[in-house]
């Protein structure tokens, strides 16, 4: 079964920075584009930040600056870095990648189950 799993979230005040990780495990070919969502309470899902395999970056107006999107092929897994957070930033933060797999092969868009990350003093 292939899937994300991601880890790093928590509480953190204003100001504060925080590291995600999100890791794709199972059977897979490969990985092509990667990114982070988050929902906030009340909110819709919105894109924070992509990464394509070849590391060209993308970020959401709200978070440049502040946040770096990185991966690591190898391990198939995608970072987000966040720094100089503010109480908006709060929200479950979700990894998204489109995966290669075999048996049959397919390209799969995969969802990790969400991490909360709390801004907050």
């Known amino acids: 079964q292939v899937q994300l799993v991601e880890s790093g979230g928590g509480l953190v005040q204003p100001g504060g920075s925080l590291r995600l990780s999100c890791a794709a495990s199972?059977?897979?070919?490969?990985?092509?584009?990667m990114a982070w969502y988050r929902q906030a309470p009340g909110k819709q899902r919105e894109l924070v930040a992509t990464?394509?395999?070849?590391?060209?970056?993308n970020y959401a107006d709200v978070v440049k600056g502040r946040f770096a999107i990185s991966r690591d092929n190898a391990k198939n897994t995608v970072y987000l870095q966040m720094s100089s957070l503010k109480p908006e930033d709060t929200a479950v933060y979700y990894c998204?990648?489109?995966?290669?797999?075999?048996?049959?092969?397919?390209?799969?868009?995969?969802w990790g189950q969400g991490t909360l990350v709390t801004v907050s003093s």
């Open positions: 199972g059977s897979i070919f490969s990985i092509n584009d």
């Open positions: 990464i394509t395999r070849v590391g060209r970056t």
């Open positions: 998204n990648a489109a995966a290669d797999v075999p048996n049959p092969y397919r390209n799969l868009e995969l």
